[in-house]
C-alpha cells in the first residue's frame, strides 16, 4: 500500500518541549483522543524518555508512527491516529 502523502499544513501540533517525563507521554495521549481517525498529530519533545515512552504507547494503543527525527536535541513524532485506538 502506498504511504499518504503528508501535507504540513494538515497536522496537529503539539509542542511538549522542556516538558520533562511523562508530562510529554500524558500530553500526546490527550491530543490524540481529541483527534478523529486518520488526522495527523505533530509532536515535539526535548525529553529524551520520550523517545522511548511514546513510540512504547503507539504500540500499544493502535496508533501509527509515521516518522521519529530528531535535530539539535530535539525530537519530533509524527502520529496517525488509529481508526479504532485501543
Known amino acids: 500500500m502506498p504511504e499518504k502523502t503528508l501535507s504540513e499544513d494538515a497536522f496537529e501540533e503539539l509542542d511538549a518541549t522542556g516538558l520533562r ?5 500524558l ?4 491530543a490524540l483522543r481529541a483527534l478523529l481517525p486518520g488526522q495527523v498529530l505533530r509532536v515535539r519533545a526535548t525529553d ?6 511514546i513510540p512504547a504507547y503507539l504500540r500499544q494503543s493502535g496508533h501509527e508512527l509515521v516518522r521519529l527525527t530528531e535535530q539539535g536535541g530535539e525530537l ?11
Not at 517525563?21 to 507521554?25: E, F, I
Not at 519530533?76 to 485501543?86: L, P
Open 21 to 25: 517525563c511523562p508530562l510529554p507521554l
Open 48 to 53: 529524551t524518555g520520550a523517545r522511548r515512552d
Open 27 to 30: 500530553k500526546t495521549r490527550q
Open 76 to 86: 519530533q513524532f509524527i502520529i496517525r491516529v488509529a481508526e479504532h485506538a485501543a
